[in-house]
């Protein structure tokens, strides 16, 4: 195999200037004679030594200060990163703050709460239905009661600003102390399984109204709560200069899917696909308008569940389950159970980096 000709054209005098030590050189990325000399710096006494091209010993970048957690001095960890000192537990811990659970009365709202209420959380779930399910409701709020949480329901239709902006404004109002609100995940929807050609218009607005429409009413009337409680006054810009350190501010995770970023095969329902893409482009918008007023953003994006739905429609179309195992690299479908932990992590202090993304959690079906 022939040299490349930026390497066998080098120059000697070139080679030395690589060999340079690094604190004599410029700290910037350059592109020399076809060779990438990426920026380097020290960050403590002590350098690692490697060889040159020539075969001559140069000082390397060396770890930093073995002495800190996080890098820094202890009085800037202190005020930069006060999360270092916690433990990994307790990271994903709840106890301190109150969620709001929309879509709460059954299936993956519900298992969601339990898992909340379990991680320390008071949670009031809210759904269209009057009443949620049983017996898993009173399983759910007595163990609520045995570990010291609160869980309530009440009745929310997500399509009505009115309705929305009440209930999430009295919820913030009557939050105990100790637990202010922090959180809210939304898994309110419905969706619509109909060739694209035979769906009539209130059918694709009712849907949108639902995913989308909805999406946005929870996620604002949060967001004008949690300002009003935590802001002296509005920035003028979304460009202001906030910041939001860790383990501070409020989380929210809108329940988006699979389905918001590819087609699914054997499935018609083109108008549920496009409501959930249309919600993870919210969250993204969301993200970059509020993270630096306390809020942090991001969808969960599950794949296919084995619920009492999905068994109602395979019940109607018996081919979707082998279709669905096909298509699944894990070769089956996910229980709501699944999804417990994605959520905690979305809301605990655990992610207090992530705002902005999609969490695909869909068994590797986007994958190929």
Partial sequence: MSTPRAIRTLSRSTLASVSKPITSRTLRPSFTGGLYLPATRHFATGSIRRKDIEGRIVPDVTKENEATVSGLSKAEEADEAPLARQ?????????????????????????????????????????ILPEPVEPQWSEVKSEAESLGSKISYGQLNVTSPEDVY??????????????????????????LLAPVEDIDIESFRRV???NLVGSHLVSQAFAKEYFKRHEDAPPTSTMDTGVTKAGEGASI??????SGTVANFGLDNAVYNSSKAGVIQ???N???????????????SPGYIRTAMTQALFDQQPHLPELFLRTSLLGRMSTPDEFRGPVIYLLSDASSFMTGADILVDGGHTAV
């Avoid at 913030?172 to 922090?182: D, E, G, K, M």
């Avoid at 969301?286 to 969960?300: C, D, H, P, Q």
């Fill in 282 to 284: 919210l969250a993204r």
């Fill in 208 to 210: 949108i109204d639902i």
């Fill in 286 to 300: 969301y993200a970059y308008e509020w993270s630096k007023r306390g809020i942090r953003v991001n969808t969960l």
């Fill in 253 to 258: 995770v809108l329940t988006a899917s699979m």
């Fill in 87 to 127: 433990s990994g537990p307790s990271l994903f811990s709840l106890s301190d703050r109150t969620i709001i659970v929309t879509g709460g009365a059954r299936g993956l709202g519900l298992t969601i709460a339990h898992a909340l209420v379990q991680s320390g959380a008071d949670v009031h779930c809210l759904d």
């Fill in 166 to 191: 009440s209930t999430i404004g009295s919820i913030f109002q009557n939050a105990r102390s100790t637990h202010p609100v922090r959180g809210l995940y939304h898994a309110a929807g419905i969706n």
